[in-house]
């Protein structure tokens, strides 16, 4: 990739905590196939599961500030924790462009496919707390459809290790799922509330064969292409892929390649993102942006006082 490039304007953009949301995009290349994407995971503060909300949305908002610069036709949050806590704000916040998340999609699918009424959720902390999926299935149902939330905060951190199947992943899955086979045996469709998540369905499915469990990415893919609302082609005969990261560019190829099921040929751009309370402009030269000598993004730290940006010999 040649990082002095604008992208081609009208491509999807997406954005996660960490390489977790390469399950969505996965599921996005399969049905855009002819549709240019970026897509940048923030490694160097995942996972954004445990943090506060104001700080969630403080880091959607340098996320999307940055993907907006590449003049996407749509924005992704592929990410359950901003799009079950601050997904309002951000669309409210930039409405040039649209965003969406993948909440909905999935609370969508599991209504359609429970029959029991009785559906779970399987998630990070925050998303659990936050409430949203009872919030969203109930709006959906009139309050017909129950919601039993389990936080699964040892399901990320494997699945960046690349820990998804055999007996360490099968120990934990089953402490998690535990109360789906003991206490809420009535549970006969579970949505996978994470996109770090889909990776472990081989285990989840052997632990609970009976049970539907929806990977939202998948289902917000096919509810877009079914709505329209992403047509076009990029007009190229080779649509381009760009990935960007805040850290760790080796760790995201590594750990990436394996969720996306595709190589990833040349390392991402790091990016050093811009604090929005200061709405510090991204450089651009003739090149566009570009990487300092060392591989990191030349946009400036906002956060640090121009005094102290000289005085480090910035």
Same mark, same amino acid.
């Given at each position: $990739?040649?990082?002095?490039?604008?992208?081609?304007?009208?491509?999807?953009?997406?954005?996660? #905590?960490?390489?977790?949301?390469?399950?969505? /995009? =996965?599921?996005?290349?399969?049905?855009? *196939? +002819? =549709?240019?994407?970026?897509?940048?995971?923030? $490694?160097?503060?995942?996972?954004?599961?445990?943090? #506060?909300?104001?700080?969630? /949305?403080?880091?959607?908002?340098?996320?999307?500030?940055?993907?907006?610069?590449?003049?996407?036709?749509?924005?992704?949050?592929?990410?359950?924790?901003?799009?079950?806590?601050?997904?309002?704000?951000?669309?409210?916040?930039?409405?040039?462009?649209?965003? %969406?998340?993948?909440?909905?999609?999935?609370?969508?699918?599991?209504?359609?496919?429970?029959?029991?009424?009785?559906?779970?959720?399987?998630?990070?902390?925050?998303?659990?707390?936050?409430?949203?999926?009872?919030? %969203?299935?109930?709006? $959906?149902?009139?309050?017909?459809?129950?919601?039993?939330?389990?936080?699964?905060?040892?399901?990320?951190? $494997? %699945?960046?290790?690349?820990?998804?199947?055999?007996?360490?992943?099968?120990? %934990?899955?089953?402490?998690?799922?535990?109360?789906?086979?003991?206490?809420?045996?009535?549970? +006969?469709?579970?949505?996978?509330?994470?996109?770090?998540?889909?990776?472990?369905?081989?285990? /989840?499915?052997?632990?609970?064969?009976?049970?539907?469990?929806?990977? *939202?990415?998948?289902?917000?893919?096919?509810?877009?292409?079914?709505?329209?609302?992403?047509?076009?082609?990029?007009?190229?005969?080779?649509?381009?892929?760009?990935?960007?990261?805040?850290?760790?560019?080796?760790?995201?190829?590594?750990?990436?390649?394996?969720?996306?099921?595709?190589?990833?040929?040349? /390392?991402?751009?790091?990016?050093?993102?811009? +604090?929005?309370?200061?709405?510090? *402009?991204? *450089?651009?030269? #003739?090149?566009?942006?570009?990487?300092?000598?060392?591989?990191? #993004?030349?946009?400036? +730290?906002?956060?640090?006082?121009?005094?102290?940006?000289?005085?480090?010999?910035?």
């Amino acid at each position: $990739m040649n990082v002095g490039e604008r992208r081609p304007e009208g491509g999807i953009a997406l954005f996660d #905590s960490g390489v977790g949301g390469l399950t969505v /995009l =996965r599921h996005f290349w399969e049905t855009f *196939p +002819d =549709r240019d994407f970026a897509y940048l995971g923030d $490694m160097a503060r995942f996972p954004y599961g445990t943090k #506060s909300r104001e700080t969630i /949305l403080r880091f959607a908002r340098e996320n999307v500030l940055f993907l907006r610069t590449l003049h996407p036709s749509l924005i992704v949050a592929a990410c359950f924790t901003v799009s079950s806590q601050v997904l309002p704000e951000l669309s409210q916040e930039f409405p040039d462009v649209p965003i %969406v998340g993948v909440l909905e999609a999935g609370a969508r699918a599991a209504c359609r496919l429970t029959r029991t009424g009785s559906v779970g959720v399987l998630a990070t902390e925050g998303t659990i707390s936050s409430q949203a999926y009872p919030a %969203v299935i109930g709006e $959906m149902t009139a309050h017909s459809v129950r919601v039993y939330g389990q936080a699964c905060p040892l399901f990320a951190p $494997m %699945v960046e290790e690349g820990v998804t199947e055999g007996p360490i992943a099968e120990l %934990v899955a089953r402490k998690y799922l535990e109360p789906f086979l003991s206490v809420y045996r009535e549970v +006969d469709t579970i949505i996978l509330g994470c996109t770090h998540y889909p990776p472990l369905r081989r285990t /989840l499915e052997a632990i609970l064969p009976d049970i539907v469990f929806v990977d *939202p990415g998948q289902e917000l893919a096919e509810e877009l292409k079914k709505a329209g609302k992403t047509n076009g082609s990029s007009g190229n005969p080779l649509p381009e892929r760009h990935f960007y990261v805040t850290d760790s560019p080796e760790r995201f190829v590594r750990i990436g390649e394996n969720l996306l099921g595709h190589p990833i040929r040349e /390392l991402p751009e790091v990016l050093t993102l811009p +604090d929005p309370p200061f709405l510090t *402009p991204f *450089p651009e030269t #003739s090149r566009g942006f570009f990487a300092k000598e060392d591989g990191r #993004s030349a946009v400036p +730290d906002a956060t640090v006082l121009p005094e102290r940006r000289e005085a480090g010999g910035r």
